[in-house]
């Protein structure tokens, strides 16, 4: 199953920079979409969502981008600070369903 | 700030054994989850729960899982007969609405189930 998909595995990004998280998605049903982190041994944190009605959602340095037409969203960070070294997941629901389904998950890095 | 709490953190138990891993939803929320996680993988839906009955429920959740709200605040799962491929971590959450897939859901800092 293989319908959330976070291609890079890994990032390191430094201090200061814009961290940019990627995630596609193949269902088309899909309109709803969440980014989590997740620290080790603790449970995934929801940090911002967006609808598909819209191309972006912003809150403070956390912004995510929709395109639907490319079943693609991001998450971007700026700037980026050593404690959102983290697992981003992304994760998406369709209308007729509350289950969400994640990626896989990307390591962010964030150093000095 | 509210929070999802889940207890024990860590079960250990022997194949074959009933295990119940036990949670508190945020106190106004009305729909309430179970995921899982096994090492190295994606993390899954299980079940989710609504006006005490069952919504949804995956494949994965067969007949020796099962759901419960016992009382005003606690949502628990039963796995009746462990088996060694339900070690994993299990995750609880909840979200203030449901139905349309549109609320945010909530997530426990979760229970390490092994299974020897």
């Known amino acids: 199953d293989q319908q959330v998909k976070q291609n890079s595995p890994s990032l390191s990004v430094q201090e200061g920079r814009i961290s940019i998280l990627n995630c596609d998605y193949t269902?088309?049903?899909?309109?709803?979409f969440l980014w989590y982190k997740k620290y080790p041994a603790e449970g995934p944190t929801f940090l911002i969502s967006?609808?598909?009605?819209?191309d972006k959602n912003e809150d403070g340095r956390f912004t995510v981008f929709l395109n639907k037409s490319a079943k693609h969203l991001s998450l971007h960070i700026v700037p980026s600070q050593p404690g959102d070294s983290a697992v981003y997941f992304c994760?998406?629901?369709?209308?007729?369903?509350?289950?969400?389904?994640f990626g896989t998950g990307t390591r962010l890095q964030v150093f000095p | 700030e509210p929070e999802v709490t889940q207890t024990p953190s860590h079960q250990v138990t022997q194949m074959g054994q009933e295990v119940i891993l036990r949670c508190v939803p945020i106190?106004?929320?009305?729909?309430f989850y179970w995921y899982r996680q096994i090492l190295g993988q994606k993390v899954e839906f299980l079940v989710s729960f609504y006006n005490n009955e069952i919504s949804e429920k995956s494949e994965i959740f067969d007949d020796q899982f099962s759901v419960e709200r016992p009382d005003g605040s606690n949502f628990t799962l039963k796995i009746r007969s462990t088996k060694l491929e339900d070690s994993a971590m299990y995750f609880c959450a909840s979200s203030e609405a449901g139905g349309l897939g549109s609320y945010e859901q909530y997530f426990g800092p979760g229970t390490r189930l092994t299974v020897t």
């Open positions: 994760a998406a629901s369709a209308d007729n369903t509350d289950k969400l389904i």
């Open positions: 269902n088309s049903m899909f309109d709803y």
């Open positions: 106190s106004n929320h009305l729909y």
């Open positions: 967006i609808s598909s009605i819209k």
